[in-house]
């Protein structure tokens, strides 16, 4: 379908790692344009929760996202034969409300690391991380708009925002719960992170003039992925390296949170989910010695194994819905090796940050 063309980020023997790359040379020029035409005070905030400035101000080369969102617009607009550069505001779009909902989950889990650097809010206060939070997702509807976007990209875009709203809301409630099931926490998921991931295969495929079936082809890729994506980082937050991470360890655990394999854990019958609960039923967070004693528990209570399951079985569906729509073979290969990097389990130590 797609075939390959100067400057496009699909390209034979490029590596998933050299795809990031590629797309963060196209999308951070555009990107900084965007930041740009914010209020002086909220841009240098921005700048540095993008890891171009310090804290002072000055120009820096802190470590950044890795940009899987903006990518994969970019692969599927070449997936279904369009131009890697004119999907460029939808990428950029996808980007800014990304890092939006960035900012305000620091906030509300209060964490206190982002990216190896001390959050935005712990630096410059609650208030200016919420306010420019809330100034890159009115960004997003204007870089669409400023790349002739005719409503139908804006309109799927707020609705991928519901959900992630929706699925923020139902992670922050299951804190307070002890009856959480396995199929609420799965569509808390979808709703946080898939739908982001699904929206951003929806713009690629719109950007690039992909029919309907391309569109909803993609969208379903991205939904998928999604989901494979939370199943990792919920791995990474009980198992994963700091050092790749970019945050501190068990986070997800010393604040009692219901993620996928604690849920799977609790809900899955071992003797060991009893003890789990229990230790889990306080209200202070848990010490160094509590989170370890929560990681072994959720481990022998099967949250681990049935989680690396559901992960495979993710990616799996991602696959067949990406071969459904029939890219050519960079854009397939681009797509399959991000799908790879995405789905990377804590003992591969990929960076998540």
Known sequence: MATVRTGAVAAPNRTATDVLAQTRALVDPALRAAVERLPAELRSIAGYHFG???????????????????????????????????ALPAAVAVELVHNFSLLHDDVMDRDTMRRHRPSVWSVFGTTNAILTGDALHSLAFDELARGGDDGGGARRLSAALL??????????????????????????????????LAVAGALGARSGGGTDEHVEGLWRFGMHLGLAFQLADDLFGIWGDPRTTGKPVGGDLRRRKKSLPVVAALTGGHPAAHRLAALGGGDEPLDDDGIAAAARLVEQAGGRAWASRRLARELAAAKKCLAACAPGPAAAAGLLGLTDLVGAAPDQSVPRS
Do not use: I, S, Y
């Open 52 to 86: 171009w400035l310090d804290l002072h101000g000055r120009l820096a080369a802190a470590a950044a996202g890795k940009g899987v969102r903006p990518t994969l617009v970019l692969l599927c607009a070449e997936a279904v034969g369009g131009l890697a550069h004119r």
């Open 163 to 196: 959900r992630l709203v929706r699925g923020q809301c139902a992670d922050l409630g299951f804190e307070r719960r002890t009856d959480v099931g396995l199929a609420e926490c799965l569509n808390m998921a979808r709703d946080k992170t898939g739908a982001l």
